[in-house]
């Protein structure tokens, strides 16, 4: 049966603005522009980094032998970053103020992987599961909860996504965690508790994995220093690489072991009846932040009825973007059009004049996504945990019509 494919930035377009949504969505005129920016990727770039600190099948590799892996990433992130607009602008050469943003760019990501990984063992209560692996399911018709979405001539619509990383605590939970580098000021805690991305993500790895529960979202911030930040680089200040020796106390030790020989992170037990551990979790505060060294850490938990209404909502939003005959209108505000790639012909439009010639001269259709190279533990579970996925019994979406899978 055909399927119709949803993204999660196909949403967020579609709430932002639904004039952008119409410029750039692949279900609509599927657009951009013929000359991006060439601005490198530094919060794309540190999350393929941390995927491979966090890769499952290298936890308990001895960090001498995986930590200079991580600054190998970094850069054939940003490498990877630069061809791929290289293409795009046809092999145009950098300018000299191009060569400066991508090195500053190097520059900043391995001083901040410098300070996170000095960090993290002390701080990190999980022990990863899978790395940057993709989702997707069918998104439930509003109308009949019990079914798919499926558009007016019978297409079913799924709903896609990609989750950071999925780990496991102590207590045996299953959290979905969202890598994030800032830069200025710590966004608003009340912010992330309305991430409707990251809540509708948790519905649906629930429906990927049937009979899995997720007890919400760990955001991991990392904020680049500043210029009044001691914690900055200075010139002429050389940054130890890789400081990965310094003395833990038995009191700084995580919850979750890792790094260990033959241990690591594979020392939680394997996949405990989730559906069982997650009650008692609900005990505990729904929100926990911590903020040290430049980094903070929010644990936010969700109960089942905010996964559930997470769903319906999306189902909501899909069936308006599926809609026919959906009126489409710009959404003008000062925060969001200054940014917005379409801004010149959304312009026109509002002005009752012709934007086609705006888009002939300064817009393509969207080409294919090339294809993409392996990514570490993007398909795999973890090594000590078995080659498949374990059984998990059924619990409250069951019956769904739903199916699930890896």
């Not at 000359?35 to 308990?60: C, E, K, N």
């Not at 710590?186 to 649906?204: G, K, M, N, R």
Request: with cysteine.
């Amino acid at each position: 049966m055909p399927v119709v494919v949803v993204t999660a930035a196909d949403r967020a377009s579609f709430k932002r603005c639904r004039q952008q949504w119409d410029f750039g969505a692949a279900l609509r005129q599927n657009l951009e522009r013929r000359q991006t920016p060439t601005l490198p990727d530094l919060d794309r770039a540190v999350r393929d980094a941390l995927a491979v600190y966090y890769f499952p099948g290298m936890w308990d590799w001895d960090r001498t032998i995986r930590l200079p892996l991580v600054g190998q990433e970094l850069k054939r992130a940003l490498t990877r970053q630069r061809q791929r607009q290289r293409q795009r602008q046809r092999g145009a050469a950098d300018s000299p103020a191009d060569e400066e943003n991508w090195q500053e760019a190097l520059d900043q990501g391995q001083a901040l992987l410098d300070r996170y990984v000095a960090w993290a063992p002390d701080a990190d209560r999980f022990a990863p599961v899978l790395v940057e692996t993709d989702f997707e399911v069918d998104v439930l018709d509003p109308v009949r909860p019990d079914a798919a979405l499926v558009t007016s001539v019978g297409e079913i619509i799924r709903y896609s996504g990609r989750v950071d990383m999925l780990a496991v605590d102590a207590h045996d939970a299953y959290w979905i965690v969202r890598h994030r580098v800032a830069d200025g000021d710590w966004p608003p805690t009340e912010q992330l508790v309305a991430d409707e991305e990251s809540l509708a993500a948790c519905w649906a790895w629930e429906h990927f994995y049937i009979g899995m529960a997720i007890a919400g979202t760990i955001y991991n911030e990392l904020r680049l220093p500043s210029g009044s930040d001691p914690e900055a680089r200075r010139p002429g200040r050389q940054l130890r690489r890789w400081p990965w020796l310094r003395p833990r106390t038995a009191a700084a030790r995580p919850a979750v072991r890792q790094h260990e020989p033959s241990g690591g992170g594979r020392s939680v037990p394997q996949h405990r009846r989730m559906y069982a551990q997650a009650r008692e979790l609900r005990q505990f505060k729904p929100i926990e932040q911590h903020i040290e060294d430049g980094f903070r850490r929010t644990w936010l938990r969700r109960s089942p009825a905010d996964v559930a209404a997470a769903g319906r909502l999306l189902g909501q939003d899909v069936a308006d973007m599926s809609r026919e005959n959906l009126a489409v209108y710009p959404e003008p505000s000062d925060e969001k059009c200054p940014p917005c790639p379409y801004l010149a012909p959304c312009q026109a439009l509002m002005n009752g004049t012709d934007a086609e010639p705006i888009l002939l001269a300064g817009y393509r259709k969207r080409p294919p996504e090339p294809p993409v190279e392996g990514r570490l533990g993007g398909r795999a579970w973890s090594l000590g945990r078995g080659a498949a996925p374990p059984k998990f019994s059924r619990r409250r979406d069951e019956g769904n019509g739903v199916q699930g899978g890896a």
